[in-house]
């Protein structure tokens, strides 16, 4: 009887220790989608370079790009995305049972990060972001992604001729960034996109656009005839070491994308509140 007694004493506290256990693991489990190699990755996990603090309580998941983020987020598999404004608010153009929280949580300028080796063609390309032809130019194509304009699908070589490299723009991108990059078939669109059909025809070159992995881009630069990287790029420290970055042409930020029926930050009204809430999570 006692054997028993004890017994069930053991299994009533195994279960109240698994109760509290699944518990404190539930807490944890809060779970961020990213973009990989994205701000909104350092962000999310924290990051001395980029000063970021990060959120110990929260597992970060990235993804090869933002529409895959939001993807397990609508299938359960992260709660949340967090990924560049233009981009978040597209997918939620395009994606019906999401919503971003209008806030910024960053403050971060875009710029194009061109090969250390190539200080002639970074002023050049300077000289042209300057100019009035640009400035008008820049308004057109804003207004084709982020107004009532029509897009212009850029046409381009996918590869590089090193008999020809002294004859043309090479540019690396991730095509996975709309409104920024990305593809219809075999033509590229987006900002970075025509804007780098523009330097190209500026400069007198060919323009040839290599698609990879948004990891890749910075890094390609200065190799394989890479003279360019062109991909929503924040401007930081640590890209510096691998490219002189071109002057800024895009202020952007990173936002919290939710489903649409998730409340928790609907009563957030600045950065700070949305941060103590996942702190709190």
Do not use: H
């Amino acid at each position: 009887m006692k054997k028993s007694l004890v017994l069930i004493m053991l299994v009533a506290a195994l279960v109240v220790v698994s109760v509290f256990g699944f518990a404190a693991c539930s807490k944890n489990a809060y779970t961020i989608g990213v973009q990989s190699g994205t701000t909104g990755e350092y962000y999310v996990k924290g990051d001395v370079d980029w000063d970021f603090a990060g959120f110990a309580n929260v597992k970060c998941n990235p993804f090869s790009n933002g529409g895959l983020a939001v993807q397990a987020m609508k299938n359960g598999t992260v709660n949340a995305v967090i990924i560049d404004e233009a981009p978040a608010k597209a997918l939620a153009q395009r994606i019906e049972g999401i919503k971003v929280i209008d806030i910024a949580l960053t403050t971060e300028e875009y710029a194009y990060g061109v090969d250390k080796a190539q200080s002639e063609l970074l002023a050049s390309i300077n000289t042209i972001l300057a100019s009035t032809e640009f400035a008008t130019k820049k308004a057109e194509i804003m207004n084709a992604y982020f107004g009532d304009g029509t897009p212009t699908p850029v046409s381009a070589a996918t590869s590089a001729d090193s008999s020809k490299a002294a004859s043309q723009l090479v540019v690396a991108t991730n095509a996975e960034f709309a409104p920024f990059e990305y593809k219809e078939g075999d033509k590229f669109l987006g900002v970075d996109m025509e804007i780098a059909a523009y330097l190209a025809s500026q400069l007198g070159l060919e323009l040839v656009i290599k698609d990879m992995d948004f990891e890749s881009v910075v890094t390609s630069v200065g190799k394989d005839n890479v003279d360019i990287a062109m991909a929503g790029l924040t401007v930081n420290d640590v890209r510096k070491q691998s490219v002189n970055f071109t002057n800024s042409y895009y202020n952007a930020s990173q936002m919290l994308v939710v489903l649409s029926t998730d409340t928790t930050f609907d009563d957030c009204k600045s950065a700070e509140d949305i941060e103590a809430k996942i702190k709190a999570l």
